[in-house]
């Protein structure tokens, strides 16, 4: 079910309610969603989007010549942004610094937090190799004169550091910060910056999980409904009545 749909539907039952609450049943929810007209413009233009934000440039490619949909960008221009990417994936974090810095050294000098963040993920690496005193003198040179400046860099830091104090690091309180997925959200956050400072469109997906999220809590206040409470499968749950 499409996401986009949902989140008109739910947009819909949000203007037409009354001030007390009101039990909508699933048929009733579904039907309102069936009602619900996307044209089919909009959802190749929401999928190529993807595909160019994310880097897929040969899932792109071939999108575009299936559904005549064509990208806001030259197709090209995602190599380089994909290998900082990557660079971040596999944990090269001075590749991808440097990498960026050849893309556009503006980037990291106007955006304290993701330089930040990217030297953050660079002391994790050297934590997760063992290094425990490369990591103890990187984060003293490198990460703390920035925390104190600013208290949510500390906060961060410290919770990094922190790691050095468990000898199985992985199951210790903060073990998630060893975890892919931190990798992938610093990458992700690269990603976006760069993108930003190519002018290139914005990610619509996000975008529209957010306005998901906003739609069904304005709603919440008014109605007793089919909610959607896990994005990644964006199953719709009966409401407990």
């Not at 440039?57 to 960008?73: H, L, M, N, Q």
Request: proline share 3%; net charge negative.
């Amino acid at each position: 079910m499409s996401l986009s749909w949902i989140v008109l539907g739910q947009l819909e039952s949000n203007e037409s309610m009354s001030t007390s609450k009101k039990v909508i049943t699933r048929e009733e929810w579904e039907r309102k969603l069936r009602d619900v007209k996307i044209k089919k413009e909009f959802m190749n233009k929401l999928v190529m989007n993807f595909l160019v934000t994310e880097g897929y440039v040969e899932a792109a490619e071939k999108f575009r010549i299936e559904s005549g949909t064509e990208p806001d960008i030259d197709l090209a221009t995602i190599t380089d942004r994909m290998a900082v990417k990557k660079a971040v994936q596999s944990g090269n974090v001075q590749d991808a610094i440097e990498k960026v810095n050849d893309l556009n050294p503006e980037i990291l000098d106007t955006n304290p937090q993701l330089y930040f963040h990217l030297q953050q993920q660079k002391l994790i690496e050297l934590i997760r190799l063992g290094k425990v005193e490369e990591a103890l003198e990187f984060a003293q040179d490198e990460l703390a004169p920035r925390g104190e400046e600013n208290q949510s860099f500390l906060e961060e830091l410290e919770r990094t550091v922190a790691l050095l104090a468990f000898e199985d690091v992985k199951n210790c309180p903060y073990g998630e910060l060893l975890d892919v997925s931190q990798r992938l959200k610093t990458a992700s956050e690269v990603n976006a910056a760069i993108l930003t400072s190519q002018s290139h469109e914005k990610r619509l997906l996000p975008s529209l999980l957010k306005m998901l999220i906003w739609a069904q809590n304005q709603l919440d206040e008014k109605a007793i409904y089919p909610r959607i409470n896990n994005l990644s499968t964006a199953m719709l749950e009966d409401p407990a009545v």
